[in-house]
């Protein structure tokens, strides 16, 4: 397979890998490992369940962390080639060195969508990771404000797994689906509330005071994060968004765009730690 990234220039598998194993995008070694599948099923909502159980060194203190993405990479159904895909990782466990993935149905026709009707047990296939993704910010001691769609549930979940004893926060899911609330299980301190309409209107109406933590539509978190930058004033820092997925485009296009934004730097020898992933 080939990238090719916006500027018309190529961009090899090879090309694309040194740019998610070097020192500036990973910070830690990439584990290019395989996963079987041991079971897939309806979960609460729009949501498939994959449970499989990872092959190769796996080293548990990475899989141990919150709201880890990894990437997949499924076999072409049909003819069609394979596509790789990024997903979180809902649960680890490390006794079976088993993992949960939830795939959301999203209504039209995709490579994943194929595969998930396609896949059975014992199947295998490549996984690349873990790469940490942000988490909210408990070291201010202040509540955090969570907003989510539902691409970003499984990420929820994960954090809601580690969160801290005494930290308070106020979440904010759009789902259609009650049980998809009733599933996260809350922890202690944190108030979740469903909502059917846009995020960045709960963002407006919710709670001053707070670090933020937000994940869903592209266009919809740089609106959410430029409402917490510049209307309200908080430090980088305290602002954490992220892009799971881009209206009228598809995952394949994101991701080209953002490895040949890399590369670029990485020919460069410019750091990463600046960019923000929502400017790509």
Same mark, same amino acid.
């Given at each position: 397979m080939t990238i090719r990234p916006t500027g018309g220039e190529e961009m090899t598998e090879e090309r694309a890998r040194a740019v998610l194993e070097s020192e500036g995008h990973a910070t830690r070694e990439i584990q290019a490992l395989t996963l079987r599948i *041991?079971?897939?099923? =309806? +979960?609460? /909502?729009?949501?498939?369940? %994959? #449970?499989?159980? *990872?092959?190769?060194?796996?080293?548990? &203190?990475?899989?141990a962390l919150p709201n880890l993405a990894v990437r997949l990479t499924v076999p072409g159904v049909d003819g069609a080639a394979p596509a790789s895909r990024i997903y979180t990782v809902r649960s680890f466990d490390p006794g079976t060195e088993t993992i949960?993935?939830?795939? *959301?149905?999203? !209504?039209h026709d995709s490579p994943m969508m194929r595969w998930?009707? +396609?896949? #059975? @047990? !014992? =199947?295998?296939?490549? %996984?690349?990771? @873990?790469?940490p993704h942000f988490v909210p910010d408990h070291d201010s001691g202040r509540p955090a404000l969570l907003l989510a769609d539902e691409s970003a549930v499984a990420a929820l979940y994960s954090l809601f797994r580690h969160w801290p004893d005494g930290a #308070?926060?106020?979440? $904010?899911?759009?789902?259609?689906?009650?049980?998809? %609330? &009733?599933?996260?299980? &809350? @922890?202690?301190?944190?108030v979740v509330n469903r909502v059917d309409g846009p995020l960045l209107d709960a963002a407006r109406e919710a709670p001053s005071g707070t670090t933020l933590w937000a994940a869903g539509e592209r266009?919809?978190?740089?609106? %959410?994060?430029? *409402?917490? #930058?510049?209307?309200? !004033?908080?430090?980088?820092?305290?602002?954490?968004? $992220? /892009? $799971?997925?881009?209206?009228?485009?598809?995952?394949? &296009?994101? =991701?080209?765009?953002?490895? +040949?934004?890399?590369?670029v730097l990485m020919e460069r020898g410019e750091s990463f730690a600046e960019v923000d992933d929502l400017d790509i």
């Amino acid at each position: 397979m080939t990238i090719r990234p916006t500027g018309g220039e190529e961009m090899t598998e090879e090309r694309a890998r040194a740019v998610l194993e070097s020192e500036g995008h990973a910070t830690r070694e990439i584990q290019a490992l395989t996963l079987r599948i *041991l079971s897939v099923g =309806d +979960a609460a /909502g729009p949501f498939v369940r %994959i #449970r499989g159980r *990872l092959s190769g060194t796996v080293v548990h &203190a990475d899989w141990a962390l919150p709201n880890l993405a990894v990437r997949l990479t499924v076999p072409g159904v049909d003819g069609a080639a394979p596509a790789s895909r990024i997903y979180t990782v809902r649960s680890f466990d490390p006794g079976t060195e088993t993992i949960e993935i939830d795939v *959301l149905r999203h !209504g039209h026709d995709s490579p994943m969508m194929r595969w998930i009707e +396609a896949v #059975r @047990p !014992g =199947d295998v296939v490549p %996984i690349v990771g @873990p790469r940490p993704h942000f988490v909210p910010d408990h070291d201010s001691g202040r509540p955090a404000l969570l907003l989510a769609d539902e691409s970003a549930v499984a990420a929820l979940y994960s954090l809601f797994r580690h969160w801290p004893d005494g930290a #308070r926060g106020v979440a $904010y899911v759009r789902t259609d689906d009650p049980a998809v %609330i &009733a599933e996260l299980e &809350a @922890p202690e301190g944190v108030v979740v509330n469903r909502v059917d309409g846009p995020l960045l209107d709960a963002a407006r109406e919710a709670p001053s005071g707070t670090t933020l933590w937000a994940a869903g539509e592209r266009a919809e978190m740089r609106a %959410i994060r430029d *409402l917490f #930058r510049h209307e309200r !004033g908080l430090p980088r820092g305290d602002v954490r968004p $992220y /892009g $799971y997925w881009q209206a009228d485009s598809d995952s394949t &296009a994101v =991701d080209q765009r953002r490895l +040949a934004h890399f590369s670029v730097l990485m020919e460069r020898g410019e750091s990463f730690a600046e960019v923000d992933d929502l400017d790509i």
